[in-house]
């Protein structure tokens, strides 16, 4: 079903041509597939009552991605749920159906804060909700601006670059203009609209956040290069032939939004209030620690193998290193679970710990780029000396060499090839190359994740230790 739902004429362009059928274009095919498995995989009945609640609307089974927990108990419930999802792509879909649904989640358990500024645009919030829940909707969403001139703000840069409100009527609003980074654009149904951006007075029309069918007339996708095109085969490339989810600069070309399906417009300190004051922003997050942890499980699994297969594993030094990094990510799972039992209400609903939270975002960016290195030093040259593809292994003259030369005290040698190419798609290849660049700024750069961890950290109580220490002796007990 999720496939037939994405043949809908949406404006793809890739390599410099429009693409007519872009569920089964080289670029999109595998990966797309990939996403539709997952709701296949929420589909199966041994999965069903892990993976879904009943919708309070239409009564049937959706989701847990929609589910607001209204206890700890139903927020690790729903944590269970994407960690199974999650596990489906070792964490190598980065914007999974769950992300932006988080996002949408987050948004109506703050449904105060768009009560407070509009009760009309709150109301659209709500039936949109509904709708993607009971539909089982994939989101994606653009909330970057394109970089231009970084010297400027965005109400000073040239007309038609930052997505703004050119026109509005009885009907709804026109956008045009362009956002970013509109990751699995190719395998979502729609695509959420705002700016994360603080804006300033006069920027007004950029102020908006909407939800836009990807096939709507004016939208516009602009590709980057296909990493799945450019596999070679499953055995060459297993993670970029399957969960390349692609990224894409999207144009709004006049495009016009109905008001039913508008929450923001005109407000600039509802723009922002949107993602902060309501846990927008905590809750999305949240969901990505749930995928970063599954995923640096598996890489750490793939760190250990390595070590396994070059037969170091019982080296006291990589077995320090691998100490090191199984620390770091239990480190990571720990804060998860924390976030979790410090939660706290936001009126009815349970929501993680924002401070938690943010310490994890800071350590994460950290962290990935250190398993990156890790693997590179246990795999040596292993993962550059590799047969060019899985057709040498295939032709018995050069499969007799290969035989000779790539050996292993725990495996044989196609095993060894097939790990090695499998860490080199992790590391080493362009969309190893991609998810490092992901992980380090998917939340922001670091001046952003710490200041997240600055402000919501409990200074107070810190700050209290001492003084109150200072409070117990003065200049006069300096003799005694």
Known sequence: MHLDSLRDGREIYIDGKRVENHVEHPAFREAIRSAAGLFDYQAKPENIERMTFKSPTSGGQVNRMWQLPTSHGELVERRKALESWTEQTCGFLGRSPDHVASCISGMVMGMDVFERYDTKRAKALQGYYEYARDNDLYLTYVIVNPQADRGKDAGQQADGLIASVVDEDAEGITIKGAKMLGTASPMSNEVFVGAM????????????????????????????????????????????????????????????????????????????????????????????????????????????????VNGVIKFPQVQEALGQIAAEVAMVEGLLHGMEVAGTHYGKYFVPNRQMLYSAMVITQQLYPKLMTQIRELAGGGMIMLPSSFRDLQNPDIAQYIEKTQRSPVTDHVGRVKLFKLAWDAVGSEFGSRHLQYEMFYGGANIVTRGYSYRSYDWDRALGQVDSFLSGYDLDQAAA
């Open 197 to 308: 951006a603080p804006l300033k007075p006069g920027e007004e029309s950029m102020s908006f956040s909407a939800c836009i069918p990807l096939n709507a007339k004016g939208v516009k996708f602009f590709s980057r290069k296909s990493f799945e095109a450019a596999s070679t085969s499953t055995f060459d490339n297993p993670l970029a032939s399957r969960f390349d989810e692609n990224d894409a600069l999207i144009y709004f070309d006049e495009v016009k939004v109905p008001w039913d399906r508008v929450f923001v417009h005109n407000n600039v300190q509802m723009a922002q209030a949107q993602w902060h004051v309501a846990p927008t922003h905590l809750y999305q997050n949240y969901q990505c620690q749930i995928r970063f942890t599954v995923k640096s499980r598996f890489l750490l699994g793939l760190a250990r193998k390595i070590a396994e």
